[in-house]
Structures are given as structure tokens and as C-alpha cells.
């Protein structure tokens, strides 16, 4: 198991898609990650802090809070598309092609706990 792959609710497909992965698409799923992360940021997180600093400190600009609430719907919205997204990309790498996974029938995340890379 590697630690750029792993995450503590994948499911056992997604955990043998990523322990067969080749160099080059681990890089690839290392830049998803960091685009995926920074979009969260953009659309959740930072939204969540206007808001929040919108109530604590702030005059509580309407108009800023709808805006950050628009940002979160949209992030919202979209988790469905990023998933699909993240199926077709797993289904795609070299040792999912040739064991026949199918995106529409891969679930990214297990029932049960996972264990820490080693």
C-alpha cells in the first residue's frame, strides 16, 4: 500500500486499482488530489470561513454570504461529477483495463475501516 493512493475509506477494488498502479499514474493521481483539494478549498472551505467571519466579526454583508452559500451549492452539486470522474479515471489505469472494471459499477468507498499504509 502506498501512502500517495491511499485513503482510509476506499473500497478493496479502489485499494488493488491503486496498489497496481504504474509510476506515471500514480503522479496522475497525485495532481488529482492536489486539483481536487484546491477546488474544495475554493468552493467549501473558504466560503465556510466568509461565512462564518460574516456572523462573527463582520456586518453580516448579505450579499457576501449568499455568494459563499452559491460557492457551496456549487461545490455540492458537483461531488456526483468528481466521483463519476474518479471511476472512469480508476477503470481506466492499465491493471483495472485488463481485469475489465467497470466505472459504473465501481464503488470508491468501503463499509469497512482501513488500516494505515505501512
Request: hydrophobic share 45%.
Amino acid at each position: 500500500m502506498d501512502w500517495k493512493t491511499w485513503s482510509p475509506f476506499q473500497s478493496e477494488k479502489v485499494r488493488q486499482i491503486c496498489a497496481h498502479m504504474t509510476s506515471a499514474e500514480k503522479t496522475a493521481t497525485t495532481l488529482r488530489g492536489a486539483l481536487y483539494g484546491f477546488w474544495t478549498a475554493a468552493t467549501f472551505a473558504i466560503p465556510i470561513g466568509i461565512i462564518t467571519a460574516q456572523f462573527l466579526f463582520a456586518g453580516r454583508n448579505a450579499v457576501v454570504i449568499v455568494g459563499a452559500a452559491i460557492l457551496i451549492a456549487i461545490h455540492s452539486a458537483c461531488i456526483p461529477l468528481w466521483q463519476q470522474a474518479q471511476r472512469r479515471f480508476l477503470c481506466n489505469t492499465s491493471w483495472a483495463r485488463e481485469q475489465g472494471f467497470d466505472p459504473d459499477q465501481l464503488k470508491l468507498f468501503g463499509s469497512r475501516r482501513n488500516s494505515a499504509p505501512q
